[in-house]
């Protein structure tokens, strides 16, 4: 069984720009939504976003809206807990092929990280 994985060093979901995500205000409260904005950085990248570790700097003190977890999809997206891993995998593989392209090692590692069990 394929579940959703998060993989190190990747951080295409920390590109933040709200011109790519034009329907932020449909799943984030406007106090979310200030938040949001206020992250956003260079290049739409957030400004917690570590490019030389490609790690977050403020992981364990995330905003709900950088957590894929099920109850979290649920809340914001409608999601139901037995389609997080489709709907996650589905956002990874969306995220890093427009940040890094389909053929990256970012891509690569993620298809990897997907199959070992």
Known sequence: MVTWRCVKQCGACCHLDPAERPDLDEYLSPEELKLYLSMVGE????????????????????????RVEPKIFQEMYGIASEEFDEYAIDCCYEHIESIYGRRSAEMGRYNQALWEL
């Open 43 to 66: 290049g739409g990248w957030c400004i917690h976003f570590d490019h030389s570790s490609r790690q977050c700097r403020i992981y364990q003190n995330r905003p709900r809206f950088c």
